[in-house]
């Protein structure tokens, strides 16, 4: 029996697109399926927009800035409203554009919801599909209840299609959304406050990131409350009232639920294909990114592996080679052991490899050089913002195993690294690579002496670089 398709995508994401062009590139006859708007998160709802807001925030401390240099501004005003007009057309111009890259890559677009209805079957209302394989890209969604009453609270999609701002508002979490929203309100004028679990922000994240990223909410004006997440959340009046388990109560006339993402597999007829996802939702795939089922395939969010836009397009890309492309590319897989992620919160920060706690378990000893200045930028003016750098070193081959920065430029200056490290660069290598002077990527390649040594050899210092 012949097969309407050779792939049929679910969700039309960056990880569905890149996935559905490169096998339509190798002949294969293919169809992406999307109940909403083409683009997904990362383009229409995520890392985009929040880019494009904090760019935005950005402003107000360049206009501050530019005064201790020398400039005479009046008082600047940020307009929402205006910034969301701008925003709309931008999104809606990219998602012209992925439209037209499934066009041009000749992808059958089928707008609606599809399912799976048993093995290489796809069902959109009453059309069934068939197709020898189906590829899962449906993304992740916010958490709506992860707290009594948080499902009335905004999430991140309705923060960015705001057209006005609240005078205060509460964050609920601590994660790289949490924090990167915070930071960006608390600079266009809202009052902020975090409310969350652990002791500090971004867990997950190597110690030094944590600590200056709680510094530099509350340099911003962010209210901190570690150790006090509400245990519920009720709607009173045009507003919020946030309960603790102490009986305490606060009131905000608007909340951010910040509290995780959640794989999106609820209704695609997994069962069908005797599918269950895990108590987190999430699709299991093994490093072919096959599911238990044959001829089903998972990318991207929906794994709940390395959540991240750009691992998403590898993997979709990954699949496509190894499903069509031939011999010679059947075995191809994506390697998740090293990918440098960022938080664009201001001042940013971007991180590759493990972090210093995980790397004190290990067997090896591990060398730890840090750098802590205030760059030139800050210091010609008086500001107080630092920069933080840290280099972690495998002490037995000298292999450099992981960067993480804090401050200006850290996701640009941690993605060039991430080069170095993908080839495994020793500290060799950077020691004897020339500087560009003046930068403060220079650091990392200045850094001479180990301020500790963590692993089965114990800890030995704890002085960083000192700086300006």
């Known amino acids: 029996m012949t097969q309407d398709y050779d792939l049929i995508v679910l969700g039309a994401g960056s990880g569905g697109v890149a996935a559905s062009r490169r096998a339509a590139l190798h002949g294969a006859r293919v169809a992406i399926v999307e109940a909403g708007r083409v683009g997904g998160t990362c383009v229409l709802r995520g890392c985009v927009p929040k880019k494009l807001l904090m760019y935005a925030a950005q402003f107000g401390e360049g206009f501050a800035e530019a005064r201790g240099y020398g400039w005479a501004l009046a008082d600047p005003r940020f307009d929402m409203g205006a910034w969301q007009a701008l925003k709309t057309a931008e999104t809606s111009r990219l998602e012209g554009v992925y439209r037209r890259m499934l066009e041009t890559g000749k992808v059958e677009l089928i707008e609606g919801f599809g399912r799976l209805a048993g093995p290489g ?126 009986g305490a109560a606060r009131d905000f006339p608007w909340v951010l639920n910040a509290t995780g993402r959640r794989p999106n597999t609820q209704g695609l007829g997994l069962e069908t294909v005797g599918l269950a996802p895990a108590a987190d939702g999430a699709l299991a ?68 490899g493990p972090s210093e706690e995980e790397l004190a378990g290990a067997r090896q000893p591990t060398q730890v050089y840090e750098a802590d200045f205030r760059p030139m930028k800050q210091t010609f003016f008086g500001g107080s913002q630092r920069t933080r750098m840290k280099l972690l070193v495998d002490a037995a081959s000298d292999r450099v195993r992981a960067v993480h920065m804090a401050g200006a430029d850290a996701p640009e200056i941690v993605q060039s690294l991430a080069v170095a490290l993908s080839a495994r660069a020793t500290k060799a290598d950077f020691d004897r690579t020339i500087a560009v002077h003046p930068t403060a990527a220079e650091e990392f390649v200045l850094m001479r002496s180990p301020s500790r040594t963590v692993g089965t050899v114990g800890t030995v210092g704890t002085t960083p670089t000192a700086g300006a």
């Open 121 to 246: 079957r796809v069902q959109m209302g009453e059309r069934v599909l068939t197709t020898q394989h189906v590829l899962v890209a449906t993304g992740a969604s916010p958490v709506r209840d992860s707290i009594p009453g948080i499902e009335a609270a905004a999430t991140s999609d309705d923060l960015l299609d705001l057209d006005h701002l609240p005078a205060r508002a509460a964050v609920v979490g601590s994660g790289y959304i949490a924090v990167e929203f915070a930071s960006m309100l608390a600079r266009l004028g809202v009052a902020v406050s975090m409310f969350y679990r652990a002791d500090r922000p971004l867990r997950g994240f190597d110690a030094m990131l944590r600590g200056y990223a709680a510094e530099a909410l509350t340099a911003a004006g962010v209210e901190l409350h570690p150790g006090r997440l509400p245990v519920r959340v009720q709607r009173r009046g045009g507003g919020f009232v946030l309960g603790f388990a102490d």
């Open 285 to 352: 795939v093994d490093d072919t990114l096959h599911t238990a089922a044959a001829g089903v395939h998972a990318i991207g969010d929906v794994t709940n592996r390395k959540n991240l836009t750009p691992v998403a397009i590898a993997e979709g890309r990954a699949l496509a080679d190894a499903l069509f492309g031939g011999p010679a590319q059947a075995q191809r897989t994506v390697d998740l052991s090293l990918v440098a992620s960022a938080v664009f919160m201001l001042p940013p920060l971007a991180s590759i």
